[in-house]
């Protein structure tokens, strides 16, 4: 359902027009592309919930559970991306009319600490969202390494999964 497949890379979140659908073709996302993100994070967490019950019940792998956790963390990045888009947007336009003298800077100064409020979430957002790809790309090493141990996998297959994490490591992804 959600990315099923364990070695499949995400869609880059950065590219405008990437296949979530969060970016406009300008690469700024909208209200209507916010609310569209909120929605398919909150699907994402009900259906990460739903795995787990289904893991425990012993239908889902663990793989797939970690996956679909992986996946409300990286749509809840581009939804906190699309939030700080739509700040930075707004409060480019409160500047703009500041400065023709249509509003207040009381105004101006609400939309500038929105976007600085925005941009810290955002930030946060990336940084788990970096931190969950690391500790998925180690938890896949270790799998790697302990099928590689009883026989169930290639030296290949071991082989990319340190290379991902050695990659990581170095700040390349």
């Known amino acids: 359902m959600l990315n099923d497949l364990p070695d499949v890379p995400l869609p880059s979140p950065t590219a405008p ?16 592309d916010v609310k569209r993100l909120e929605d398919r994070v909150e699907q994402a967490k009900k259906t990460a919930a739903w795995r787990g019950r289904l893991f425990r019940a012993g239908v889902f792998s663990k793989v797939q559970v970690e996956q ?18 739509v700040a930075k947007e707004f409060a480019d ?20 600490a929105a976007l600085a409020a925005a941009e810290a979430a955002a930030r946060d957002a990336s940084e788990r969202w970096d931190k969950a790809q690391m500790d998925a790309a180690e938890t ?27 990659a990581m490591k170095a700040g390349t992804p």
């Not at 027009?17 to 209507?32: I, R």
């Not at 990286?74 to 699309?82: I, V, Y």
């Not at 703009?96 to 800077?105: L, P």
């Open 17 to 32: 027009g990437a296949s979530t659908g969060e970016a406009t073709a300008a690469g700024v996302a909208s209200e209507a």
């Open 140 to 166: 896949n090493l270790q799998r790697q390494r302990q099928l590689y141990a009883v026989g169930a996998t290639t030296k290949n297959q071991l082989r990319r999964a340190e290379e991902r994490v050695t």
């Open 93 to 112: 336009s409160q500047g703009k009319h500041f400065a023709a003298g249509e509003i207040a800077r009381e105004e101006m100064e609400k939309a500038a």
């Open 68 to 85: 679909s956790e992986l996946s409300v963390v990286r749509l809840t990045k581009d939804l906190e991306n699309a939030r700080r888009d």
